[in-house]
């Protein structure tokens, strides 16, 4: 089991032992986008959803607050998401922090749950309490960044995604909202041009109304072959 332990503005610390990851998938709110990037990924070869939008059930250890990822091969790549993560019962205990759902991209064509389940879900080490941003959570941007060179590949706001109230509501119907349960949203389109299959990947949340900042950020190790 995994412990995630996140430093609030205030200066407290929250802490849980996850006992459940889910991974949002097709999450974005204009849904013929969503079905434009289906057919996209279809002709690559990745099999289209039975349904949209869903969740992904996680191995819990793969909820990680590490800087350093290593892979099975070099095709392996990040997404900016956010996170929320469940810390105790009250409307207060539910946090928000930047993630990057790592995802096999070789293995992603024969399932996308198995591709989910092979790399971690990599959080920031900070997070917000979700009741006091999500006056303003549309306007918090999502911003990746890839290689040392810190090359921008995606970057966007959290109103392209659905909100948080969306998901926490399914987790609720579905008895799945407890402590220890951590989400991640699903990602924003990727920027033409930088290459995914970086050897660092970077994500922040972006606060415009407070002007603060969440950024997790960690490299990306290729495993030796076997032996």
């Given amino acids: 089991m995994s412990a995630l332990s996140f430093e609030l503005p205030d200066g407290t610390v929250a802490a849980t032992e996850v006992t459940q990851v889910f991974n ?25 959803p039975e349904r949209t939008p869903c969740l992904y059930p996680v191995s819990p250890y793969l909820a990680r607050q590490t800087s350093l990822v290593r892979a099975q091969h070099a095709r392996t790549s990040g997404e900016a998401e956010w996170a929320l993560v469940v810390t105790g019962p009250g409307p207060d205990d539910v946090l928000l922090t930047s993630a990057c759902d790592h995802t096999d991209r070789e293995l992603e064509v024969h399932g996308v749950a198995w591709s989910k389940n092979a790399a971690p879900d990599v959080l920031a080490r900070r997070a917000w309490r979700l009741s006091d941003v999500l006056g303003h959570m549309d306007e918090i941007r999502i911003v990746g960044r890839v290689g040392h060179e810190r090359a921008l590949i995606q970057d966007g706001t959290c109103a392209e995604l659905l909100p948080p109230t969306y998901w926490l509501d399914v987790l609720r119907r579905a008895g799945l909202h407890r402590p220890g349960t951590v989400l991640l949203s699903g990602t924003i389109p990727m920027v033409k041009g930088p290459d995914q299959f970086a050897s660092r990947w970077e994500t922040a949340l972006v606060d415009p109304v407070t002007g603060e900042e969440i950024v997790s950020a960690y490299d990306v190790e290729v495993l030796p072959a076997p032996l």
């Avoid at 097709?26 to 070869?45: K, N, P, S």
Wanted: net charge negative; proline share 4%.
């Fill in 24 to 48: 949002a998938g097709w999450a974005g709110r204009d849904r013929e986008q969503v079905q434009a990037h289906i057919d996209e990924l279809a002709e690559l070869g990745v099999p289209a």
